[in-house]
């Protein structure tokens, strides 16, 4: 959750004026923080971001068999929604590029998912079948192994 907030507030100096809406909830069953930028009630055709911040799968133990307290990256899902064939982008480089950057200098693994055009980007959009691009940055595999 600190990684969260961390994001949050930079990007609330970063983006602010293209996206005036910065909220954060959470999913109910994992309670992984949810942040979503808007500018201003996400809705389909509307610059909406979605990120979702989860620790990676966890499954070490201490000497006493108990679960080991987890030092490592996260990863973060983001979510937009894909341009209809032939019109402007609904996200500009410049609008995008500061949420990108931010996620890349942390060393964070990244998977971008893109929601149909006139679909508002979601949660529930992130499944395999959305997936756009995945990105960790050169030292991933390192850093999740500390």
């Given at each position: 959750m600190a990684l969260a907030r961390e994001l949050i507030d930079s990007w609330?100096?970063?983006v602010s004026a293209s996206f005036a809406v910065i909220a954060e909830t959470f999913e109910a069953v994992t309670g992984n923080?949810?942040?979503?930028?808007?500018?201003g009630t996400p809705a389909a055709g509307e610059k909406t971001v979605v990120v979702?911040?989860?620790p990676v799968t966890w499954t070490a133990t201490d000497i006493l068999g108990n679960a080991a307290q987890m030092f490592c990256p996260h990863i973060v899902d983001i979510c937009t929604e894909t341009n209809a064939a032939g019109t402007p982008n609904i996200l500009t480089p410049l609008e995008i590029l500061p949420i990108l950057c931010e996620l890349?200098?942390?060393g964070l693994m990244v998977?971008?998912?893109q929601s149909p055009n006139l679909t508002p980007p979601?949660?529930?959009q992130m499944t395999a079948a959305q997936l756009s691009a995945t990105y960790s940055d050169l030292y991933w595999s390192a850093s999740k192994a500390q």
């Open positions: 609330s100096k970063q923080p949810i942040i979503t930028l808007s500018d979702r911040v989860r890349g200098k942390r998977l971008w998912y979601a949660v529930a």
